[in-house]
């Protein structure tokens, strides 16, 4: 069965350092890669996606992530993270096939200190 | 504007008594789902809707049904709640199987 993995459940870092987020995910044919945020309180927003062409993808509020085949990786980064960054953080993948099933990873919580 | 949205965002039920969550949209999209995620778990789908066409995982509980009166509206009905049903339910939906999937800000249920 297909699973995704994020590997680091907790992340605290201060405001103005960088962020990598690891995920993989165990499936050898085609995915579609997606990285959600969720603020408190909110709900489950898209950050970014990849669907096909350039490897590296840009999302919203300076987040990018880049996808390595050869690796079933899709790792999120930001240069410098804000207090605001303050959320959880879920991978998600989808095969290309008939399904319709978005597989998640179990998530980040990452807290930004001032 | 809110594009997908539940109702109610906290509903509290007791053991074994028939609980619905609602869930709308105005994206006009072929395809509703429905996920559950329990407490520092990662959300879990429970079935989906393409048009009028139902699809249920494999592994969700008998307990747990839906329907699709039209194409705004989706509904979650518990018709037993136990304990282990408490989780927060998150609507989403698609144009299609290929595309981006967006959510609603979910529903907690607390089961007493």
């Known amino acids: 069965a297909q699973s995704v993995s994020q590997h680091n459940h907790h992340v605290i870092l201060s405001e103005a350092a960088s962020l990598e987020l690891g995920c993989n995910y165990s499936?050898?044919?085609?995915?579609?890669l997606f990285w959600y945020v969720q603020y408190p309180g909110q709900h489950l927003q898209l950050l970014l996606k990849?669907?096909?062409?350039?490897?590296l993808v840009k999302g919203i509020k300076g987040f990018e992530a880049e996808f390595i085949k050869s690796k079933f990786s899709f790792n999120l980064r930001k240069p410098s993270v804000q207090w605001s960054d303050t959320a959880e953080y879920f991978c998600?993948?989808?095969?290309?096939?008939?399904?319709?099933?978005?597989?998640f990873g179990s998530g980040t919580r990452l807290l930004v200190r001032p | 504007d809110a594009m997908v949205i539940q109702n109610p965002r906290y509903q509290v039920t007791q053991f074994g008594k028939p609980v619905t969550l609602s869930c709308s949209q105005t994206?006009?999209?072929?395809?509703m789902y429905w996920y559950q995620q329990k407490s520092s778990q990662a959300p879990k789908l429970l079935f989906h809707?393409?048009?009028?066409?139902?699809?249920n995982e494999a592994d969700t509980p008998d307990n747990f049904q839906s329907r699709r009166p039209n194409t705004s509206f989706c509904f979650l009905d518990i018709r037993s709640p136990g304990l282990g049903d408490a989780a927060m339910y998150l609507c989403?939906?698609?144009?299609?199987?290929?595309?981006?999937?967006?959510f609603g800000p979910g529903t907690r249920l607390t089961v007493l």
């Open positions: 499936y050898g044919g085609t995915v579609n």
């Open positions: 990849y669907f096909s062409g350039d490897p």
């Open positions: 994206l006009n999209h072929n395809v």
């Open positions: 989403a939906t698609s144009r299609s199987s290929t595309d981006t999937q967006y």
């Open positions: 809707y393409y048009d009028k066409d139902f699809n």
């Open positions: 998600a993948v989808k095969v290309v096939d008939s399904s319709y099933k978005l597989i």
